[in-house]
Every structure is written in C-alpha cells, then in structure tokens.
C-alpha cells in the first residue's frame, strides 16, 4: 500500500544527536498515525513515538523532553529528532504508517548505536 523508507541512523556517543527520517511514497495527509518503533537486542519492539493527523503527538516516557516527531506533508515526510541519546536507546527503529483500521505499513528500519 505504501512504501517506507529510514534513514539517519548511525553510531554516536552518549549525550549526542541523530536526526532519523522516513520517506513515504505517497501522500501521508490521509494516515491518522504515524510515528516510530524500536527494538533493542532480545527486546520486544516498543512505541517511541507517534503524530496524529491533527498533528497531536505521544511519546514514550523514557525519550520525553528529548525525542521530537515532526511531519513535512510536502515531502511526505516524518521525522524524528533525538538529542542527548543515552545508551539504553541503542536499537532498530522502524517507521510505521496506518490509516484507520488497515493494517499498518512499515519500513526496514535503521539501526541506531548510542556508545557510552
């Protein structure tokens, strides 16, 4: 239904920044959700962040106040902005897409590695 790419992740040092994206191949104004998973190593997949269509936003308690989701409609885009990274957040994160009650579209995801 919809195509998801990730991109901007890497390796950075604790108290660093990364800035994650992911490109849609059609317009995502019509997804009431979209937002970011990750999964650590032996972890169960976690929420970390998510927008609705009325640009309302949650996160997940751990990355409050230091995680930012952020969408470009033009560019069907969504983003997420992640300052002071910890080590605990070292993951796969995984964009995802949903439009009402269909079943959500996911990308590969991107690894992303926080050094202590």
């Known amino acids: 239904q919809v195509q998801l790419v990730e991109s901007g992740g890497g390796l950075v040092q604790a108290g660093g920044s990364l800035t994650l994206s992911c490109a849609a191949s059609?317009?995502?104004?019509?997804?009431?959700?979209m937002g970011w998973y990750r999964q650590a190593p032996g972890k169960q997949r976690e929420l970390v962040a998510s927008?609705?269509?009325?640009?309302?936003?949650n996160y997940a308690e751990p990355v409050k106040g230091r995680f930012t989701i952020s969408k470009d409609n033009a560019k069907n885009t969504v983003y997420l902005q992640m300052n002071n990274l910890k080590p605990e957040d070292t993951g796969v994160y995984y964009c995802?897409?949903?439009?009402?009650?269909?079943?959500?579209?996911w990308g590969q995801g991107t690894q992303v590695t926080v050094s202590s």
């Open positions: 927008t609705g269509r009325g640009d309302s936003t």
């Open positions: 995802f897409a949903q439009r009402f009650t269909m079943a959500r579209s």
């Open positions: 059609r317009s995502i104004v019509s997804f009431n959700d």
